[in-house]
C-alpha cells in the first residue's frame, strides 16, 4: 500500500493528501489563523469570479485553510481511487500529467458539496458575506498582542449584521500605541490589515 502512495502516476494525489495532513496539524496547534487571517477571499485586482462557480466550489462557506484541507483531501482520495479501479479494470494507469487535471475537475464539485454541510454544522464567530472594508468606521476591541505602527495586533470587530470578524490592526498615528483590551477605530483597510484611531475613552486623565 506504502508503495502505490510513492508511484509516479500517484505522486500528486500523495503529496496533496501529505499536504491535508499538515494543514490539518497546523489547526491543531493554533497557527491557523495566522495564515488564514479570517481575510475573505476575492480574486486579485479587477477579476471577478462568477457567484456560481464560487459557490460550485464552496469557497466562501468555509475558512480558507479548512476549505483547503476539503479540497486537497477530495483531489488525493479521488486521485488514488480512480488510479486503483482503473489498474483493476485494465491493469494500468493513467500518467500523473492525465490524472491530476481529471481529478481535479472531479474535486472542485465533490468539495462545494462537501462544503454545505460541513458549513452547517460549524460554529460561526465570523462571517465571509460582506467586502472586509465595510468594517471600515467601525469600534474594535484588540484581544491579542500590542499594536504599534508596523506591527499590527489581532482585534474583534463586529459588523452590522452582529457578526464577528477578527482583523489584525495598527495604528494609523505615528508613535501611537493600543493594548489588549483598548477599543479603537478603524480608519481605513491597507492589504490585509486595519489601520485604527483610539476612540480617546481607555486612558483618560485622573483628576485628583
Not at 510513492?6 to 495566522?34: C, T, Y
Not at 500518467?95 to 487535471?101: E, I, K
Not at 500590542?146 to 463586529?158: E, H, L, Q, S
Amino acid at each position: 500500500m506504502i508503495e502505490s502512495f510513492l508511484l509516479p502516476e500517484n505522486l500528486p494525489f500523495s503529496v496533496a493528501i501529505a499536504l491535508m495532513v499538515l494543514l490539518g496539524l497546523v489547526q491543531i496547534l493554533g497557527l491557523g489563523d495566522m495564515i488564514d487571517g479570517d481575510a475573505e477571499i476575492d480574486p486579485p485586482g479587477s477579476l471577478t469570479i462568477d457567484a456560481g462557480l464560487l459557490s460550485l466550489m464552496g469557497l466562501r462557506r468555509l475558512p480558507f485553510l479548512m476549505w483547503a484541507m476539503l479540497l486537497l483531501t477530495a483531489f488525493g482520495l479521488i486521485g488514488l481511487a480512480g488510479q486503483q479501479a482503473l489498474a483493476a479494470l485494465t491493469g494500468h494507469t493513467l500518467s500523473a500529467w492525465l490524472a491530476g487535471p481529471i481529478a481535479a475537475l472531479a474535486a472542485i464539485p465533490v468539495t462545494g458539496a462537501l462544503a454545505r454541510p460541513l458549513a452547517a454544522i460549524m460554529p460561526r464567530d465570523e462571517t465571509t458575506a460582506i467586502d472586509l472594508v465595510a468594517l471600515v468606521g467601525r469600534e474594535a476591541e484588540i484581544v491579542i498582542g500590542r499594536a504599534a505602527k508596523g506591527n499590527p495586533a489581532r482585534a474583534r470587530v463586529v459588523d452590522h449584521f452582529g457578526q464577528t470578524h477578527h482583523v489584525m490592526v495598527e495604528p494609523d498615528n505615528d508613535g501611537q500605541t493600543f493594548g489588549e483590551g483598548e477599543r479603537v477605530l478603524l480608519v481605513r483597510q491597507e492589504g490585509e490589515n486595519f489601520r485604527a484611531i483610539t476612540r480617546g475613552d481607555t486612558y483618560l486623565p485622573r483628576l485628583d
